[in-house]
Nanobody, 120 residues
């Protein structure tokens, strides 16, 4: 079974930086698209950034110019570099990935999330 495990969350001051990591492990053939979502209490989960298998990146308007998504394909890892963070960035951040398993069927997987809290 495939697992996505996030790390790097924590408490950071407004204006500071934080880097999240997510590694995919288990038995699979290939990690395709990867993304970061976030969900604040009482709010809908939203897409923060995604990086497609071909390298194309997309960002939510709220984080453009501040966050950078990247991936290390040999390590099956995706990162989210968060700069100039704001209190409104406070949320649980979830890793999402489209993963092709050994029989070459693609499935969507979610991590359990990592808390990011930005203090003002």
């Amino acid at each position: 079974q495939v697992q996505l495990v996030e790390s790097g969350g924590g408490l950071v001051q407004s204006g500071g930086s934080l880097k999240l990591s997510c590694v995919a492990s288990g038995n699979f053939f290939k990690v395709n698209d990867m993304a970061w979502y976030r969900q604040a209490p009482g709010k809908q989960r939203e897409l923060v950034a995604e990086v497609l298998s071909g390298g194309t990146t997309n960002y939510a308007d709220a984080v453009k110019g501040r966050f950078t998504i990247s991936r290390d394909n040999p390590k099956n890892t995706v990162f989210l570099q968060m700069n100039s963070v704001r209190p409104e960035d406070t949320a649980v951040y979830y890793c999402n990935a489209q993963i092709m398993d050994i029989p070459h069927y693609e499935y969507e997987y979610w991590g359990k999330g990592t808390q990011v809290t930005v203090s003002s």
